[in-house]
């Protein structure tokens, strides 16, 4: 399955965003992206044991830090990529002295926002 963070309605608490960037393998992680890729390279990369690596993965999507997407291949054989969902992370506290996040995220192009509505449609169809 792929999620979308950076299209995601709902925003992560606090909480889990901090819990995420507490992790050292996560932040590990969030490190070597600097460019899309897969768990198996980001694991020869992280030098994290790759059952350990997807766990750490899901926490990073689930908290909308990271980006999945899928590489179309031509064997039939697609892979998720993983790339970094956010430029800056700020915590605050609101009125109510709770801790709350603002999530910065990249710019997206022309065709990224029309492959999102195009994904929100297909949903709604």
Not at 6 to 23: Q, V
Not at 30 to 42: Q, W
Not at 51 to 80: C, F, P, Q, V
Not at 93 to 108: A, F, N, T
Request: proline share 4%.
């Amino acid at each position: 399955m792929v999620r979308d963070s950076i299209g995601s309605e709902s925003l992560p608490s606090a909480e889990d965003i901090c819990s995420a960037l507490d992790d050292p393998d996560c932040r590990e992680i969030i490190r070597n992206l600097d460019e899309p890729m897969t768990a198996s390279e980001l694991s020869s990369h992280c030098d994290i044991p790759q059952s350990t690596l997807y766990r750490k993965l899901e926490l990073l999507t689930e908290s909308t830090l990271l980006e999945e997407s899928t590489e179309i291949r031509r064997d039939g054989h697609h892979a998720s990529k993983y790339s970094v969902a956010f430029e800056e992370i700020t915590l605050f506290l609101d009125e109510d002295l709770s801790l709350g996040v603002k999530i910065e995220r990249p710019s997206r192009s022309v065709d990224e926002r029309l492959a999102e509505m195009w994904s929100e449609v297909r949903k709604e169809t």
